[in-house]
């Protein structure tokens, strides 16, 4: 398992002051992250977590290219899908994905670090819709990801 090297600070504006519910949000993503071998791997970095809510950021490295020498767009896919995660599960209950998808503006290159802001649009009691914008340390837009998770009503384990 390779090591991600050190990411440069990355400067969220806050919107409003953390509560209760947002600081609840940022543990329950938290214990999702300490199982989440995959991100790991990604070398992704929480930033911010509120509930519904979810900024991280990684860095592209040389084993996540393609064939031609830009990042794969597996990885620029598994990275919003995790931000995806992060939000959309944020309240502590489990929802899990059931379509995504993904738009690709423009190219990742090695060194290029990334950001993905996800943001839980709409929920019902079964549904919830999430945007995903990932984009590179020039803020390029490299990917517009959307998906939609199935709300199950059961707690995340401890």
């Keep these: 398992m390779s090591t991600a090297p050190a990411l440069p600070r990355l400067e969220i504006p806050a919107t409003q002051p953390h509560s209760d519910a947002d600081r609840a949000a940022r543990a329950v993503v938290e214990r999702m992250f300490a199982k989440d071998a995959f991100s790991h791997w990604l070398g992704v970095e929480i930033v911010d977590v509120r509930v519904h809510y979810a900024v991280i950021r990684m860095r592209v490295r040389p084993e996540m290219v393609n064939g031609f020498g830009f990042g794969h767009g597996g990885i620029v896919f598994s990275f919003a899908d995790s931000a995806h995660a992060f939000a959309t599960n944020s309240d502590g ?6 379509d995504c998808s993904v738009s690709y503006p423009a190219a ?9 802001i996800a943001v839980e649009q709409t929920t019902t009691n079964r549904l919830g819709f999430c945007d995903v914008t990932v984009r590179n340390q020039d803020d390029v837009i490299v990917a517009h990801f959307r998906g939609t998770v199935y709300r199950t009503r059961k707690p995340l384990p401890e």
């Design 93 to 98: 209950e489990i929802s899990v994905a059931v």
């Design 108 to 116: 990742l290159r090695v060194g290029d670090v990334l950001t993905a």
